[in-house]
């Protein structure tokens, strides 16, 4: 109980680790100390993919201790490349190219091709304007892609890829076409 009569409850937990060897816990506000934090570990593209759940512990100085949880989704990163948007020479037809790229989940390489996967072709007539979904395309064997669209060769043009439960979704940055 605090000195007004109201019970004093702990700090909202800020999630820190404190490594091996690097001394005495964390300090936190009102006498609360990090006192574990579990996973101990930096996640990598060796953990598997799925939710997993932080665990922190508390202890305050009278050794009363809180528990705190909190569940994310770890999946492998994804990174949309060399996007580019382009208009046929003499025509209404804008082309959009370039190529999907995964963490490698085997860690021979960074990242590597991720093939056949579903891509959403999307526009907006303007910086205030809302993006619209306007097609699909798929990437190839090698994670490249190629898309046409007819009828719209102004605006802005972003390809995104939506995700799945093990891969992270990706957005390139909007493209214009310059005349």
Same mark, same amino acid.
């Given at each position: ?80 490349? =060399? ?14 190219? %370039? ?8 860690? /021979?390489?960074?990242? &590597? ?11 907006? %007539? ?16 090698? &994670? ?8 719209? =060769? ?12 093990? /891969?992270?979704?990706?957005? =390139? ?7």
């Amino acid at each position: 109980m605090a000195e007004d009569g109201l019970e004093e409850s702990p700090p909202q937990l800020t999630w820190r680790t404190t490594g091996p060897g690097s001394g005495p816990p964390a300090r936190m506000a009102n006498g609360w100390e990090t006192w574990r934090f579990l996973p101990d570990k930096q996640l990598n593209r060796y953990y598997p993919t799925g939710t997993w759940t932080i665990a922190a512990t508390a202890r305050g100085a009278g050794g009363t201790t809180v528990t705190e949880y909190a569940s994310f989704q770890f999946r492998r990163d994804t990174k949309l490349s =060399s996007v580019r948007a382009d208009k046929l020479e003499g025509s209404d037809l804008v082309r959009l190219r %370039g190529s999907l790229r995964r963490v490698d989940p085997r860690g /021979y390489t960074d990242y &590597g091709p991720f093939a056949r996967q579903r891509l959403e072709i999307l526009w907006r %007539g303007d910086e205030s304007a809302t993006w619209e979904r306007i097609g699909q395309t798929m990437t190839d064997a090698s &994670g490249t892609f190629e898309a046409t669209v007819t009828g719209r =060769s102004g605006g802005l043009w972003r390809v995104r890829y939506p995700g799945t439960g093990h /891969y992270a979704p990706d957005a =390139s940055k909007p493209r214009q076409i310059t005349q």
